[in-house]
């Protein structure tokens, strides 16, 4: 492996600052088991304030905070519906089933944006051989979708909707920050619109760990012994939510300089001949690029940057992911994109 290790695997990998870490040493602690844990229930309060909603509840993994929002939203038998590519479908273990119960139907969506007319066409009609459906889920910014965050209008759009039917709207917004600083709005742009949301602070905001999942104060009380029956009932929670609280504080208008240098690779990588970057239509820090060149595909992509120090993920058949965070620097980028030429060249 080279010396130089430009890891843009995911923004997961980012380290927390060292206010982070003062933070976390003097946490003020109790049993949030109890809800005595004074740091856990000021975070939790700062979350809800920030994105406009009665309540929170903060959860160890994004993964269990979607899952609780399954669990509060739903009965088991009944159906859900997802974009097909979405993190809660694709990448959560099957939790909607094997945890849940749920049916869910899958719906293709354009950069990984639902339309109303698309879930409108994939509901059928009360009949007693269908799940009753219950939920509609979205995802913002969409992971798979090479981060595309979707514009509040979209959301308002497609709310107006799920409602008139009588459905529930959660959002996965694992990097909601990310959508809201892309396009400068107030991230309550977004969640006056859903029943539910879950945001990480382990991503892109740095924190070492944790996500909050937030909704009206009935859904929160709902989700609390879902979370304590997923195991996710945390005793002095208050050393890690000190980090989140900082998260939150003052890492999510840095969010923009990964924004920024997410397009300074895009347009590097896709500025070399046979190198096409997969862009949506508001990019944020997540690229997927393919070499079109005969012969190349995900893993060999994945293993010729390996060899450089430049770290990916894998995305099959042809495409690999990167992505952009605290820990990636002009410079990187700079090097990443030179590389690359080179590889290409000697290819
Ligand atoms: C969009 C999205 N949702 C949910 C998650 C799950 O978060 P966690 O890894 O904390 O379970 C991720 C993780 O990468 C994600 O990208």
Redesign the pocket.
């Known amino acids: 492996m080279p010396d130089r290790i430009v890891d843009l695997r995911s923004d997961?990998v980012t380290r927390p600052t060292e206010a982070m870490r003062e933070a976390m040493a003097r946490a003020e602690v109790g049993d949030d088991v109890y809800g005595e844990d004074p740091t856990v229930n000021q975070l939790q309060e700062l979350a809800a304030d920030r994105l406009g909603t009665e309540a929170a509840l903060f959860v160890p993994?994004?993964?269990m905070g979607?899952t609780c929002a399954l669990l509060a939203h739903t009965r088991p038998g009944d159906e859900f519906l997802v974009e097909e590519s979405a993190?809660i479908y694709y990448w959560e273990c099957g939790n909607y089933a094997t945890i849940a119960g749920l049916a869910v139907r899958p719906i293709r969506g354009e950069h990984g944006i639902l339309t109303a007319e698309a879930v409108e066409a994939a509901l059928r009609g009360p009949n007693l051989h269908f799940p009753p459906p219950r939920l509609v889920c979205v995802?913002n910014t969409h992971?798979n979708a090479a981060g595309s965050a979707w514009t509040p209008e979209q959301l308002a759009a497609l709310a107006t909707r799920v409602h008139a039917r009588g459905l529930a709207l959660h959002m996965?917004g694992?990097?909601l920050f990310h959508a809201a600083v892309a396009l400068g709005v107030d991230p309550r742009a977004y969640t006056q619109h859903v029943d539910s949301v879950m945001i990480?602070v382990?991503k892109g905001l740095s924190a070492p760990v944790g996500?909050l999942l937030c909704g009206t104060r009935a859904f929160i009380d709902r989700a609390v012994p879902l979370r304590k029956r997923l195991g996710g009932g945390m005793r002095q929670a208050g050393i890690i939510a000190a980090a989140g609280i900082v998260a939150l504080e003052s890492m999510v208008e840095r969010l923009a300089e990964d924004h920024l240098q997410a397009r300074r690779l895009a347009a590097g990588l896709a500025a070399l001949p046979g190198v096409a970057v997969r862009q949506p239509p508001v990019p944020t820090n997540i690229l997927v690029v393919e070499v079109t060149a005969p012969g190349w595909n995900s893993e060999r992509l994945v293993s010729a940057w390996r060899a450089m120090g430049v770290l990916s993920n894998a995305r099959p058949p042809l495409a690999a992911r990167l992505v952009t965070h605290r820990h990636i620097s002009a410079a990187d980028v700079d090097y990443v994109i030179e590389v690359t030429g080179n590889m290409l060249a000697a290819a």
């Open positions: 997961t993994t994004g993964t979607n993190h995802e992971n996965d694992a990097r990480c382990s996500s």
